[in-house]
């Protein structure tokens, strides 16, 4: 039988729909987890600029707010490759995610307590409790034979169910609790997804494959000493949410840090092939650390522009989930097109894909300075339509870049290096949160409370994203050349 496009084996005693049955149970813990972080990441700036800068000029607050969300977003996929490490090392993969779940539950409702240094605490404790969350994506691959074809269906089923979560979080936590009772409970509500994702994985955790694994360094007491160290680390992640600066320059010191190490590997390895590769695999990094800057500008400066700036028969809090709802719309449409094309000879390589995600995600904010310069209304508010397209111009370059760039670097790098060169490219979305902020704060700099600052910015991102996007086009045949082979 065939399962989403691809040939499955026949189903065994304890499939269910084709799927092995833990596999529906992971997917409901992705449902309610994404739900919970993009639920509340829907309203964490405003809220941070309402509540705790509010004495500020309001550009002020809200270029503090934004900087508090890029800190944020930088954090939590800096701590995922310590949280691997865990994983793999100390706790094991299931005892590492059953912790994360409880701990970020309880993060959330810590969320809501109405002191700045409480939330601060709260958001430290979230971002390091979600580092350890990383083993998810693993244990949907570990119900699967290494050579069962259904594999591919089974992480299509992941992507979907992530982008659900999505979908339902911002109208849920934002734009129905948080608006109309109050945005402190809609992190409580964030919260309730993220308990009903726990106690899930807490019913059947026992039966997951690896259950029963003792990593390297396991001891009786790795749980309560892997708390402990968290509890240690949560007023020094505090401390570098509360002052973006020194958050910036730790990212790009230890993106340099390493940078250094694969060149040093490089050249101490002396081959030839594998050297192009890693300068390959830097290029097509660097081309994915600008597209997410400039596509998580949907968290921030986007966010603020629907709120302050766009008439629309919503709350803005919907913008949110725009992004999610079109990749459940488009993703299937898209994952038939490549092979389609691949068929013809006409499948765009790897690079050129980067490209075009780049170069459709400049135009969305060619979308934008349009909207700014031509359709302002007497009420000094744009028509909501235009957003809704740059949120799909957007999310077409994200499915058009984003989901090779995992296989690719898996493909590139060397066999000992793979899990770095992976934790690496993770971390490259947390270099790209911080870029985001700092972009997002000019929208405040250039002109304060004025819409011509967002017209300054969104037409820097269009014609500097624009030239980007073309240097990559014209350069793809040479990266090509560099790849020495892996598609």
Not at 319 to 329: E, R
Not at 415 to 440: N, Q, T
């Amino acid at each position: 039988m065939r399962v989403a496009g691809v040939l499955a084996s026949p189903p065994a005693a304890n499939d269910r729909f084709g799927h092995p049955r833990l596999l529906w149970m992971l997917l409901a813990v992705s449902v309610g987890l994404n739900l919970a972080f993009y639920g509340f990441r829907a309203f964490l700036a405003p809220y941070a600029a309402d509540t705790f800068f509010a004495a500020l000029p309001k550009a002020a607050a809200l270029k503090q707010a934004d900087l508090l969300l890029a800190g944020f977003g930088t954090l939590t996929y800096a701590t995922a490759i310590i949280g691997g490490w865990i994983a793999d090392n100390v706790l094991g993969e299931v005892q590492a995610l059953r912790l994360s779940l409880w701990m970020t539950a309880l993060a959330l409702l810590g969320l809501a307590w109405p002191s700045r240094e409480g939330f601060t605490l709260a958001l430290s404790s979230f971002v390091l409790a979600a580092g350890l969350g990383i083993p998810l994506t693993v244990l949907i691959g570990r119900n699967y034979a290494d050579d069962d074809p259904r594999r591919d269906a089974g992480y299509t089923l992941f992507y979907m169910a992530i982008n659900l979560g999505g979908f339902i979080g911002p109208p849920l936590c934002a734009a129905w609790i948080g608006a109309h009772y109050g945005y402190r409970w809609g992190f409580v509500a964030a919260a309730a997804g993220m308990a009903v994702s726990a106690s899930i994985f807490e019913w059947r955790h026992r039966r997951m494959p690896g259950s029963d694994d003792r990593p390297p360094l396991h001891r009786p007491w790795s749980t309560p000493a892997v708390l402990a160290g968290t509890l240690a680390l949560v007023w020094p992640g505090a401390l570098l949410l509360a002052h973006p600066d020194a958050l910036h320059i730790a990212v790009y010191v230890l993106m340099g840090l390493m940078i250094a190490y694969f060149v040093v590997r490089s050249i101490r390895r002396g081959d030839h092939v594998q050297n192009q590769r890693y300068l390959a695999m830097l290029l097509l990094f660097v081309a994915m650390v600008l597209f997410w800057a400039w596509s998580l500008q949907g968290a921030t400066s986007l966010n603020f522009f629907a709120r302050d700036h766009v008439r629309a028969p919503f709350d803005y809090s919907w913008f949110q989930s725009a992004n999610p709802l079109y990749i459940l719309i488009i993703a299937p449409f898209l994952a038939m097109l490549w092979p389609w094309l691949d068929r013809r000879g006409s499948n765009p390589s790897t690079p050129r894909k980067f490209g075009i995600g780049l170069l459709l995600v400049a135009l969305s904010y060619g979308v934008m300075v349009y909207a700014v310069h031509d359709l302002v209304g007497a009420d000094g508010r744009t028509p909501w339509w235009p957003l809704a397209l740059c949120y799909l111009l957007s999310t077409l370059g994200e499915l058009a870049l984003s989901p090779i760039g995992y296989a690719m670097i898996g493909k590139l790098a060397a066999p000992e290096d793979a899990s770095l060169a992976m934790g690496g490219w993770f971390f490259g979305v947390g270099v790209s949160y911080d870029l985001s902020g700092r972009i997002a704060a000019m929208t405040v700099a250039a002109a304060p409370g004025s819409l011509a600052g967002y017209e300054h910015v969104f037409a820097l991102l269009l014609w500097s994203g624009l030239a980007i996007a073309v240097v990559y086009l014209l350069a793809a045949p040479w990266i090509v050349r560099l790849m020495h082979g892996v598609k």
